[in-house]
Each structure stands twice: as C-alpha cells, then as structure tokens.
C-alpha cells in the first residue's frame, strides 16, 4: 500500500500544530487551515484605484477586502431580489426574510422576530407594520406581556411566500456564483463563524463604542 498521501497529511497535521492553530482544534478547522495556507487563484480588482499610494496606503488590510465584498455581495443580492419579488405584495428582502423565519415559528414577540432579523427595533418595527398592512401576518396579544403583541404568519403570507421560493431559490443559486460545492462550504462554514462573532455583538454588546469592541 502507498502511504505518500498519509505521510503528507501527517506532516501538514504537525505544521499545522506547530503554526499554534491546535488546540481544540476540529477537522473544519484544519481543513480551513489548509485552504488558507495553500495555493489560491487572486484577482485584479479595477474598482481599486492607484491614487491613494501618495498617502503612505500601499495595500488594502486584508479585513477591509472582506467588508468591501461582503457589502457587494449584499448588493448583488439586493439587485436580484428587487427582480424576484416583482409582481408580489413584497418589496424587499427583509420583508421576504421576516414572512420566512415567521413560517418556522408558530408565533413570535415582535422583539424576537426583529432580533432574529439583525435589524434595530426602529428598521423591524416599519417591516412589521408593512407586512401586517399588507395583510400577511397577524398580530396577536401577549399573555405574558400585556403591553406587547406577538406576531404569526397567516394563510395570505404563507401563499405569499410559496408564491416567491422558486425565483428566490435562484437568487440564491446566483449568489453562489460557479463556486465549487467544497468551496461553498467552507464559505458557509467561515461566514457562520464570522456571524457567530457579530451576532454576540449585536445582541449583548452594540451599545458598546468601536474601540472596546474586541
């Protein structure tokens, strides 16, 4: 038997180790250590312009490419989306994302529904209030909360979206672009970690200013 492919694997496992990644370390975590580490294809970006290197700025921090591409891809997504819910009572994509995580729920507080939203209660309270007058989504009082309403998805919301999973089943498909499958699950592993991050932040800390931030 050939044990070249193990020997390699074993030696990538010491690297590995040795480059202080360890520790608890899980086979996600190796594997996205590998995919970092090994030989990846760059591409020219013309968004980017030369004139800032007169200022001392010579390369763009690598954490600054990623919030740039993340605020594109949102973009894209956006443009795609606007296409999909054409001809529906929907008009954006938090109005599609509320109405969907109010199907996997028999009720919810509307506090909950916006905090499961990653959106400010102001921002979630106005998607609330279009939908409830669009007739999609019912409100209802909260026996543990006099003063508030709980929120439930109702048969004209559920037609609603059933009317629009296929055509936002292909934005999806497109915003996955020609991403391989093992591609698109280490980016669906790394963008969970990065949301498990921020979503800590969101909920426990987002009154904090930047620079206590961790």
Do not use: C
Not at 16 to 32: H, L
Not at 95 to 113: I, P, Q, V, W
Not at 115 to 144: F, S, Y
Not at 156 to 164: I, T
């Amino acid at each position: 038997m050939d044990y070249t492919f193990l020997k390699e694997l074993i030696s990538l496992a010491e690297q590995y180790e040795q480059s202080g990644s360890g520790g608890n370390a899980t086979v996600a975590d190796f594997a996205g250590w590998l995919l970092r580490n090994g030989d990846s294809e760059t591409y020219q970006d013309d968004r980017i312009g030369d004139q800032h290197l007169q200022y001392g700025v010579s390369v763009e921090k690598i954490e600054t490419t990623i919030a740039r591409m993340v605020i594109y891809l949102y973009r894209y997504a956006r443009m795609y989306t606007r296409q999909a819910l054409e001809g529906s009572p929907l008009q954006t994509a938090d109005e599609f994302g509320y109405l969907a995580t109010l199907l996997s729920y028999e009720h919810l507080r509307k506090t909950d529904l916006i905090a499961k939203n990653v959106h400010e209660k102001p921002t979630g309270m106005d998607i609330i209030r279009r939908l409830h007058q669009h007739g999609l989504i019912d409100q209802l009082d909260d026996p543990a909360d006099k003063r508030g309403k709980l929120v439930r998805i109702n048969d004209r919301g559920r037609g609603v979206l059933f009317s629009v999973f296929g055509k936002m089943g292909k934005v999806s498909d497109l915003i996955g672009g020609e991403l391989s499958d093992p591609e698109k699950k280490h980016l669906v592993y790394l963008l969970q970690k990065l949301d498990k991050f921020h979503y800590h932040i969101f909920l426990h800390e987002k009154d904090e200013r930047l620079n206590t931030l961790r």
